[in-house]
């Protein structure tokens, strides 16, 4: 993985392509449950970031910003910008 200091090179962009290492060990120490976090498809967001709250009968109840609709797994926070994503437990 590239650090901080090789990301320099790629200037205004950098922080787009790359958390810094703060956010990388902010991320990866992060609570985060697999079986709860989930995105719902947003028509303006496209995908928002959601937690399950329960399930029942075949319907799931979620706490989001956009309402509910269709759901997706949620990879956990330390994959956000991952170089490789064939590491990713969910990919959509």
């Not at 205004?12 to 810094?20: C, H, V």
């Not at 989930?38 to 109840?61: C, D, L, N, P």
Request: proline share 4%; net charge negative.
């Amino acid at each position: 993985m590239s650090s901080d200091a090789e990301m320099a090179i790629f200037g205004e962009a950098a922080p787009y392509l790359r958390k810094s290492e703060k956010e990388r060990i902010e991320a990866q120490n992060k609570p985060f449950d697999a079986k709860t976090s989930v995105f719902v498809v947003h028509a303006k967001e496209s995908y928002v970031k959601s937690t399950i709250q329960s399930k029942e009968s075949g319907k799931v109840t979620v706490k989001t910003e956009g309402g509910e609709d269709q759901i997706f797994s949620m990879n956990p926070p330390k994959y956000d910008k991952i170089e490789d994503m064939a590491m990713m437990t969910h990919l959509h």
